[in-house]
């Protein structure tokens, strides 16, 4: 995810700067950029790639500007490059900025600006803000004799706050301005921001491992607040222009601990960022669905959108948790697209003779976008002539580019080996297909609406299912005498059984055994013994009958049974040993909060045993060799 440090004060601020996005590299990035006031003029230099290669572009240059803005960009709108990259200048390279988040009217702002003789470099929603304020800031037209300019002539703050009156979407932001030299304005809705307080100098961060080593004092900006910020001091407003009384927090983490936001591992705080990127992945895409449209289409998909019209077949071939998430999807796809889908691992499709032609279209579902058996996969079905699509989480990954079309998952990076919320993002992607291939055949705008609408609803049923993190960890506890788990489920759920054992075997080291409820009784059943433990995935859906049946059976037979139910199922809690309840959803979109308690239990059955539970043994993150 996209990173900013911003300096002022009386040090030079490009060594500070640099420094500060070495301790946002952690995060996930593909190019930096820098830029700083120096004789009256702003000074930007950008790299792709690593901070080491913007550093080396500075190269020997001694830059003695003590004012400076500088970012981590993850691309989003835009492949990485020079131009995409931040800091993001208006026309006459006046104002500077660096942006976090997403501006999701920005298409039409820039249509606006166009038309009143904005010239744009790049491809990203960001820079229309530098456009928007410098349309506010610049001299009135009547001084400039710039005919198009009908406004204007406001200070840098004022100008600000007028352009940000017109976004709608997330930002963090740090300006500079090149006519009022001495200050740099922050502002903040949605993307994290705060302001470090040093000793004759300030020092702005989206995240505070990039601040801990410079002061333990800072201020968390709230959504709807802006700060003007000078060496000498600093003024909190509000978007109406009120000033705000912030009160000062101490920093009480290590540079490592901050790092994580405070949890104590990666995994722990990617399972708890999961309502924030859904939010984010459903952003800007799920109004579609939502509104009169009727056939709406996802951006990255409007050039095949003809295409997809007549695509007869849907293979998904992915790896590990990016194919459990595609076998959601082939229940999601079949039943409410009505399109045959057929999900396939992609170690086995490359040497499978797959019969396919241009009315099959092939999905590579991944995280990292390098995995080389998905690559392989997706190589191998282009060579055969079908459409090849990618649900991807990293921009400009050599599957997001290899693939004809796709969409992003926009879920920021994951670190931790075992994958959370890159799961569940892949989820929003498949339900968001689901509903314009539906559209664009037999599913009636009612139903996409009400699909749409429950889909809406995820982050909060989230949150609500993580406040019982405490829970979920002493059920962990209790059970860590086990060796071995069967996980249980049927129809949507039997991928999230699954997953699930997928992923306490990943960062455990115990076995565990997903399987389809139904087929338990052909095999596993021989398994249970006194205190085996079973977890069942029964939400009260239309095949909860058939699941209590399977319970049962193991109950029968000296088993533990821990249930993942419906809340209020009271029937359950009689056979269960343990019940975690989730709330009520549509059935296609259980997983989305089934998976949440089986990542905690996994997670703290992991740490209670003493293991690294964010880099397990023997797993790589991105497997790039066959
Ligand atoms: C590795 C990781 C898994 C991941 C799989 C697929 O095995 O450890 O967590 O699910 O690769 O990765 P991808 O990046 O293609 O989703």
Redesign the pocket.
Request: aromatic share 4%; net charge negative.
């Given at each position: 995810m996209c990173g900013i440090i911003a300096y002022i004060g009386k040090q030079k601020a490009v060594p500070i700067l640099l420094e500060g996005l070495k301790q946002l590299e952690y995060r996930g990035y593909d190019s930096a950029g820098i830029s700083v006031i120096q004789n009256e003029k702003i000074i930007t230099l950008k790299a792709v790639g690593k901070v080491v290669e913007l550093q080396n572009k500075i190269g020997a240059q001694d830059f003695l500007g003590k004012i400076g803005i500088a970012h981590t960009r993850w691309a989003t709108h835009g492949k990485p490059s020079d131009r995409n990259s931040h800091p993001h200048g208006d026309c006459e390279s006046n104002i500077f900025l660096v942006h976090n988040g997403i501006i999701e009217n920005y298409q039409d702002l820039k249509k606006i600006l166009q038309k009143k003789k904005h010239k744009f470099v790049s491809e990203t929603d960001s820079e229309v803000l530098a456009h928007l304020i410098e349309e506010f800031n610049k001299k009135p037209a009547s001084t400039r004799g710039d005919a198009s300019s009908t406004r204007g002539g406001l200070d840098f703050k004022k100008s600000v706050l007028e352009a940000l009156k017109l976004v709608r979407g997330t930002y963090g932001l740090a300006i500079i301005n090149k006519n009022e030299p001495d200050k740099i304005i922050i502002a903040r809705n949605g993307s994290p921001l705060i302001l470090g307080i040093g000793k004759d100098e300030f020092i702005v961060a989206s995240d505070a491992s990039a601040i801990v080593r410079h002061t333990d004092k800072v201020i968390y900006l709230d959504d709807g607040e802006m700060a003007q910020i000078s060496a000498d001091g600093f003024e909190i407003s509000n978007i109406k222009n009120k000033i705000v009384s912030k009160e000062i927090s101490k920093l009480n983490w290590t540079l490592e601990e901050s790092k994580k936001g405070g949890f104590p591992h990666f995994m722990l705080k990617e399972i708890f960022e999961q309502p924030e990127v859904i939010a984010n992945g459903l952003r800007g895409r799920v109004e579609h669905f939502l509104s009169e449209d009727n056939f709406p289409i996802l951006g990255g998909l409007r050039p095949i959108e003809k295409k997809l019209r007549r695509i007869k077949k849907i293979i998904i071939v992915?790896?590990?948790?990016?194919?459990y998430s595609g076998l959601v999807g082939e229940y999601m796809l079949e039943e409410y697209a009505g399109i045959p889908t057929e999900v396939e691992y992609a170690s086995e499709f490359r040497y499978r003779k797959p019969i396919l032609d241009s009315s099959t279209a092939v999905v590579a579902?991944?995280?990292?976008?390098?995995?080389a058996d998905?690559l392989a996969a997706i190589r191998e079905a282009k060579n055969k002539g079908a459409l090849t699509l990618g649900i991807v989480?990293v921009v400009g990954s050599t599957?997001a580019r290899e693939t004809d079309a796709g969409t992003h998952t926009l879920s920021g990076p994951e670190i931790g080996?075992?994958?959370t919320k890159?799961f569940t993002t892949q989820l929003v992607v498949l339900v968001l297909w689901t509903l314009m291939l539906g559209r664009q055949r037999d599913m009636s705008s009612v139903m996409s609406k009400r699909i749409a609408q429950e889909l809406k609803n995820m982050p909060k049923l989230i949150e609500g299912i993580l406040k019982k993190s405490k829970e979920i960890k002493k059920i962990a506890k209790k059970y860590s005498y086990a060796k071995d788990f069967l996980y249980l489920g049927r129809k949507y759920n039997f991928p999230i059984a699954l997953e699930g054992a997928l992923k306490i075997k990943?960062i455990s080291y115990v076995h565990a055994e997903g399987y389809a409820t139904g087929e338990m009784k052909h095999g596993p059943i021989a398994l249970i013994e006194e205190n085996f433990p079973s977890i069942f995935i029964c939400p009260k859906d239309s095949v909860y009958e058939k699941n209590i049946s399977g319970m049962q059976e193991i109950k029968a037979r000296g088993g533990k049974i821990i249930a993942i139910a419906t809340t209020g199922d009271k029937e359950i809690a009689r056979i269960a040993d343990d019940v975690i309840y989730i709330p009520k959803t549509l059935e296609m979109l259980t997983p989305f909060i089934s998976v949440i308690p089986l990542q905690l239990f996994a997670y703290y059955f992991g740490v209670a045993k003493g293991y690294d539970v964010d880099k397990p043994r023997n797993?790589?993150?991105?497997?790039t060799v066959e």
């Open positions: 992915a790896c590990g948790t990016s194919y579902i991944s995280q990292s976008g390098e995995t998905t989480n599957i080996v075992a994958s890159a990943e797993l790589a993150k991105s497997v």
